[in-house]
């Protein structure tokens, strides 16, 4: 089996996780929609910034003068769910993902929708996507996880699969509540978030999600209320989590030691997934944390910021994890 087909397998499947952290801003959101023409009177649309770099996440806020009844947005060609926040009837929140590699350029942002009147709203926004800033690094992985035999290959491309229909499958109803967290106890930040592998020399996919600190046995938390939709063993992640929280939002678990759910588990905030381990694709034990929103891989620590309450504290640096898929 050539390193070529390899790269390519390693490619199509690690296409489930996340970006790049990019300088989003936290709320009181700017208003983006700086005229009148812009939105319906009486609505107004508002982003947590102006433009955004790959991988990142944004978050919008819809507001209106009469109570609304459905609110949906539409966004390079994929929805964008919106929420109602408790008895905040004249508002709708949502989020906005930029895949890891979404082409850069200028995107329109569309919110069409009603008022309970039976008012017809909407909103329009360029949004600028920019390229995003990954660093490379250059690992030495099992040979295996590199040059796969056909086996191998045909056990890849069977999970890559089945990873694409979960994140296809958007649950129409939000299953969190509240803040997410990050799911290591003591853990404010992560490594390698986006960055581009040259792996035993050969280029390898971006590193689609945020390798966390933790030793081998650490306790992996659930970073939201969900539903689990995989747990089970994976080539190239090991064992491996993922929970729906509903609304097109994916969390992942990676390389853990040991797995304590099952799919169709519901779990709530902080309940115990699995422990931290080393199986699969991997240099050292780590968690892999991955997010996937509306099927766009973004970075998880965005979601734990843009839905945090305001008083939250600013993360604090530790030190980074080995590297992974």
């Keep these: 089996m050539s390193s070529q087909l390899g790269a390519s397998v390693r490619k199509g499947l690690m296409r489930f996780a996340v970006?790049?952290?990019?300088?989003?801003?936290?709320?009181?959101?700017?208003?983006?929609?700086?005229?009148?023409?812009?939105?319906?009177?009486?609505?107004?649309?508002?982003l947590s910034a102006p433009r955004v770099s790959q991988g990142s996440l944004l978050l919008i806020e819809v507001n209106s003068t009469k109570p609304l009844a459905k609110v949906q947005g539409e966004w390079g060609g994929r929805s964008v769910p919106l929420w109602q926040e408790a008895a905040r009837e004249r508002q709708r929140k949502g989020l906005l993902p930029v895949d890891l590699e979404k082409a850069p350029g200028a995107y329109q942002l569309k919110?069409?929708?009603?008022?309970a009147g039976g008012d017809k709203i909407s909103c329009g926004v360029m949004v600028t996507?920019?390229?995003?800033?990954f660093a490379t690094e250059k690992l030495q992985v099992?040979?295996?996880f590199v040059e796969p035999d056909p086996e191998q290959v045909k056990r890849a491309n069977e999970e890559r699969q089945k990873l694409r229909d979960i994140f296809d499958h958007a649950t129409l109803e939000r299953l969190w509540d509240g803040n997410f967290r990050i799911p290591l106890d003591g853990v404010t930040t992560g490594s390698n978030f986006g960055k581009r592998r040259i792996l035993n020399g050969n280029p390898g996919s971006p590193h689609g999600g945020m390798d966390l600190p933790g030793t081998t046995g650490t306790p992996v938390h659930a970073a939201q209320k969900g539903r689990v939709a995989l747990a089970e063993e994976l080539f190239f992640s090991g064992n491996t989590v993922v929970i729906d929280h509903g609304l097109g939002i994916y969390t992942f678990y990676g390389h853990l030691s040991e797995i304590d759910v099952k799919a169709g588990d519901a779990v709530e905030t902080g309940a115990v997934v699995g422990k931290?381990?080393?199986?699969?694709?991997?240099?050292?034990?780590?968690?892999?944390?991955?997010?996937?929103?509306?099927?766009?891989?973004?970075?998880?620590?965005l979601l734990v910021k843009?839905?945090?309450s305001p008083s939250s504290g600013k993360p604090r640096k530790v030190s980074s994890a080995h590297g992974t898929n």
């Design 19 to 46: 970006a790049c952290l990019a300088p989003t801003a936290a709320f009181p959101i700017a208003a983006i929609a700086k005229n009148a023409a812009a939105c319906t009177a009486g609505t107004t649309l508002r």
């Design 111 to 115: 919110i069409t929708g009603e008022t």
């Design 129 to 133: 996507v920019t390229q995003g800033r």
């Design 306 to 308: 843009l839905l945090s």
């Design 276 to 301: 931290v381990g080393a199986t699969g694709r991997v240099t050292g034990p780590h968690l892999h944390w991955g997010l996937t929103v509306e099927r766009a891989r973004v970075n998880p620590l």
């Design 142 to 144: 099992e040979k295996k």
